[in-house]
């Protein structure tokens, strides 16, 4: 039996892969690709090719943004605000007297010159935290833009008349605009530059240049963000020590080393979304969820994606769960027959694994002892800021920039997340780095962050019109194999965690699993954002979480109620879970092997595919 060494997802009928010599060919690997159904409606048809190259090129210049769709929200917002007199004398009357309070506060500055006495910036707002800005000149620029941004706010809410959807984009819109004319962003207005100036004689714009210079060249050559020499993967990340045992067309199935003398009986088989590396949950050995796990004894099973092309632009959604989740299944099902396997799905990832539980329970297929979700979304009605430019126009818009090139360019994705926190991500960093000069120190997490991955066409389209356009997920219309699946089939216990401060999968979206599942669901809401939250290792500081467990006959507990019930807990969360996991897993025994033949012919972790 041959192994698939091939870096490109080939067409087959019948893909070679990695087997065990006394066990059959994983089914999912065999079967054909020409017998996997699409998931629901498959994009347009490559039809108006004049248009869609048109579109492609206008991306290049509005970061991916549909015109129509923005113009269509601002004319909707505008017109009613038009209709609107009272609204508008209001908001008249608001502008006047903001402006008489900053008056009234320059005129006693140099009598009474204690900061913020109007107005003071939000608590996560870190612009303007720095002493420098307490001067009374720059504190009065600091609270006359804090009340620009304030009125521009009553501006595009609340204006009666005005969809919702186009009442977030106009809001979301104006902020960005807001957020680039921060006083924070210029030299002369920022005095924690003038200072850094005024003490090196200019050399930090000197040094700001070489920064700016230095980025600039590396995204020209197509490299990656600072940092990546020093995290290497392989080296200094991803070093968790295990092998490749199984290759197909779209995966590569990592089994880990153990490091314990004897184990848990049911292994963990981790599914990361593929918009990411997988590597995010095996960083530097000192943060690595995996070495968390097998310190803990379990046997760790990984699944790396390969990095798509152009080539496999008609790769679909249905794909990754036919030869990801189910492929890996299968594979490991020959290394310990009989097992039952905790399953852990990060992100979109989590996404992905609720649906393959789904339609596994609706198969009769019990292999899943236990689901953990991390930041994973099943229902996208409440999705966040992402959904904000999720309707018709835009996802026809994506499509047509997609359809030229047969993915989604790793750029769009990582400038799409960035401007979630543009004042975090962009314009505190170019602050930072070219006004002030300076770097901020590398970490593996900021390397990950640059290691950036694509989408392709056909499954980028699935999923955002399946999922966030039509929920079809949640309101119980998916089809898997032409047949439709129900989240409430699953009744394996789940222990599903939610970030406070996630922009990707907001925690309240994620809190929806308790009533679409019928199984116990232990909810856990942990300090942090979408990645800083997950990767939380024991003795780092500032971690806290919140926990509490629905039976699934219990009644549901709103999200607040929860809040103000669910004990609090302080540090990591990984403890709670591995005790959790513990708690349903069975008596220790010896490790397992890989028992493949021709394994030596793949490659030791974290493989190949890690590097596309």
């Not at 269509?72 to 908001?91: K, N, T, Y």
């Not at 020093?230 to 080296?235: L, N, P, S, T």
Request: aromatic residues 10%; charged residues 20%.
């Amino acid at each position: 039996m041959n192994v698939m060494q091939t870096s490109t997802l080939v067409r087959a009928e019948k893909p070679a892969v990695a087997g065990p010599a006394d066990q059959p060919v994983p089914a999912a690997a065999a079967e054909s690709r020409s017998e996997a159904t699409a998931v629901g409606v498959q994009p347009q048809a490559e039809s108006y090719p004049v248009d869609r190259t048109l579109h492609a090129m206008l991306a290049r210049f509005n970061g991916g943004i549909s015109p129509v769709a923005l113009s269509l929200a601002f004319l909707d917002w505008a017109s009613h605000l038009a209709s609107a007199p009272q609204r508008q004398i209001e908001l008249v009357h608001d502008a006047v007297r903001d402006a008489g309070r900053l008056v009234e506060a320059a005129t006693h500055a140099s009598v009474d010159s204690k900061p913020w006495s109007v107005t003071r910036p939000r608590a996560q707002d870190r612009r303007f935290a720095r002493h420098e800005w307490e001067t009374a000149s720059f504190n009065l620029l600091a609270q006359g833009f804090l009340l620009s941004e304030e009125w521009w706010r009553k501006a595009t809410t609340g204006v009666r008349g005005v969809a919702p959807a186009n009442q977030a984009i106009v809001e979301f819109s104006i902020r960005q605009v807001l957020d680039m004319l921060a006083p924070s962003n210029f030299a002369a207005t920022n005095p924690e530059v003038l200072q850094k100036a005024f003490q090196t004689g200019g050399a930090n714009f000197l040094a700001g240049w070489q920064n700016w210079s230095s980025d600039l060249m590396r995204m020209i050559a197509g490299g990656k963000q600072g940092g990546d020499r020093q995290f290497i993967v392989g080296k200094t990340v991803a070093t968790s020590p295990g092998k490749v045992i199984y290759r197909n067309e779209l995966i590569e199935l990592i089994q880990y080393s153990p490091t314990t003398e004897k184990v848990r009986p049911e292994p963990v088989l981790i599914v990361p979304a593929w918009i990411m590396k997988y590597y995010i949950l095996d960083l530097s050995p000192q943060n690595s969820l995996v070495r968390h796990l097998t310190g803990e004894g379990f046997t760790v099973f990984a699944i790396s994606w390969r990095n798509p092309n152009a080539d496999d632009r008609d790769v679909a959604f249905d794909d990754y769960r036919r030869l990801g989740v189910k492929a890996a299944l299968d594979t490991i099902g020959c290394i310990l027959p009989r097992r039952k396997i905790h399953a852990l799905g990060y992100c979109l990832g989590g996404t992905l694994l609720s649906i393959a539980a789904a339609a596994m329970a609706r198969d009769g297929d019990n292999r899943l002892k236990t689901i953990t979700l991390l930041a994973a979304q099943t229902d996208f009605t409440e999705a966040g800021e992402l959904t904000l430019f999720i309707n018709e126009s835009q996802v026809a818009f994506l499509e047509d920039i997609m359809w030229e090139r047969g993915y989604l360019d790793t750029t769009q994705m990582a400038g799409a997340f960035q401007l979630l926190r543009s004042n975090d991500l962009i314009w505190s960093r170019l602050s930072h780095d070219y006004l002030l000069g300076e770097r901020a120190p590398p970490s593996d997490l900021m390397a990950w962050n640059a290691d950036a991955t694509r989408l392709p066409y056909r499954m980028h389209s699935e999923y955002l019109r399946q999922l966030f356009l039509n929920n079809d997920l949640a309101e119980g219309r998916y089809h898997v194999e032409g047949r439709n699946i129900s989240l409430s089939d699953i009744h394996a216990p789940m222990f599903v965690v939610g970030t406070l401060r996630d922009h990707v999968a907001p925690w309240k979206s994620v809190y929806k699993i308790h009533y679409q599942v019928d199984a116990d669901v232990t909810f856990l809401l942990t300090s942090g954002g979408h990645n800083g939250g997950i990767v939380a290792p024991p003795g780092e500081a500032g971690h806290s979480y919140q926990v509490m467990t629905k039976g699934a006959d219990t009644p549901y507990i709103g999200r607040d109620e929860w809040l103000k019930l669910a004990p609090h807990g302080e540090g990591s969360w990984w403890p709670e879970w591995t005790g959790w996991l513990a708690a349903r897993s069975g008596e220790l025994c010896d490790p397992p092997r890989a028992v493949f033949c021709n394994v030596e012919a793949l490659p030791d972790a974290p493989g190949d595919y890690v590097h596309t």
